[in-house]
């Protein structure tokens, strides 16, 4: 049920209205003046609980005062966190300093294990090139000297030729000059 709403019961007995259509007068609403007596008695119990101008002027001011005290509390946390926060980055600055010269010596040392296996790498390749060469100088060496053995002992099985050799016609002799005629 609401706050305005008005029980409508049965009217109380006595209290009934005159009828309009009789003429004795105005007719009387008892119904009427119960819901006006609610009314007031409803208005008489919450008017003295409404506030004020000047209970409204207190609040002002209180939550004015509330306000201001906490912005002075914020004001306060911001510079405590900003102080923290400026700690924190100068010890995090720090660290960080500290890790990139630890990461700067373990570079500079790694640059000079590669460069040393590198080298030691390049060595090995060196030799065994070296040894790729020789090796091919040695093979080069053995079929020449093969060869030439070769050529001796077939040079000794042939006849030697002491007739000067006939030039045929038409063919120049070794040394040049033209061919005799016969």
Do not use: Y
Not at 45 to 59: H, Q, S, V
Not at 61 to 70: A, G, H, Q
């Amino acid at each position: 049920m609401s706050m305005n709403a008005v029980p409508n019961g049965p009217p109380e007995p006595g209290k009934q209205a005159a009828s309009v259509a009789g003429g004795a007068g105005p007719p009387h609403d008892f119904a009427l003046d119960r819901r006006l007596t609610v009314l007031e008695t409803r208005f008489d119990t919450i008017l003295p609980t409404l506030a004020t101008k000047a209970d409204l002027g207190a609040l002002r001011l209180e939550v004015e005062k509330i306000r201001s005290e906490l912005l002075g509390k914020i004001d306060a946390l911001g510079s405590e966190l900003r102080g923290k926060i400026d700690a924190l980055g100068c010890e995090l600055r720090g660290e960080m300093s500290e890790l990139a010269s630890d990461l700067r010596e373990e570079m500079v040392m790694l640059r000079n294990e590669v460069h040393a296996t590198l080298m030691k790498a390049m060595m090995w390749f060196g030799a065994l090139a070296i040894t790729v060469v020789f090796s091919f100088v040695g093979v080069f060496i053995h079929f020449s000297n093969q060869v030439s053995n070769q050529i001796s002992h077939l040079s000794a099985r042939l006849p030697v030729i002491t007739a000067p050799l006939t030039p045929t016609p038409h063919r120049p002799l070794p040394d040049g000059s033209p061919p005799t005629q016969r």
